[in-house]
């Protein structure tokens, strides 16, 4: 168990999302999703939090697009130093790799991009839930 109260990072959530994005959760210290029970798989955001971690998973997706990028050129380039057996099997051996790689690379965008879904699902339910809220409150003055 981590626990680093002043910044908090608490625990293995706190650390990963230090490791993913190299900062402290939510680039002020603040961890987010902090606000709920923990009870039914549910959390709790304000809408300022949801835009925060959306534009951080936007900014994974973007990284991760251009890892793939990076693994296809460097796919493209690979060229066995020589005409003899041990050069292309080196060469094929790299390939295989690096397709792994671009598989594993291809699944994590997927993953992203359908996290993504989700979180914006959630930011225009919130903005509704807002807006209905607030409708009596504009609506008596």
């Not at 080196?90 to 295989?96: A, E, I, K, P």
């Not at 994590?108 to 409150?137: H, I, N, S, W």
């Amino acid at each position: 168990m981590v626990r680093k109260v002043g910044a908090l990072i608490i625990g293995e959530a706190g650390r990963a999302a230090q490791a993913v994005w190299g900062i402290e959760p939510g680039q002020n210290g603040k961890v987010y999703g902090g606000g709920g029970s923990g009870k039914g798989g549910r959390f709790e955001m304000d809408p300022a939090e949801l835009k925060a971690v959306i534009g951080l998973w936007e900014d994974q997706l973007k990284k991760i697009t251009e890892d793939g990028q990076k693994i296809k050129t460097i796919i493209r380039s690979m060229r066995p130093p020589a005409e003899d057996t041990a050069s292309g099997s080196y060469v094929s051996t790299g390939n295989d790799s690096l397709s792994a790689l671009q598989a594993q690379n291809d699944s994590m965008k997927k993953y992203v991009q359908l996290y993504l879904e989700k979180l914006r699902e959630a930011q225009g339910k919130t903005v509704k839930t807002d807006q209905a809220l607030g409708g009596p409150f504009t609506q008596a003055t």
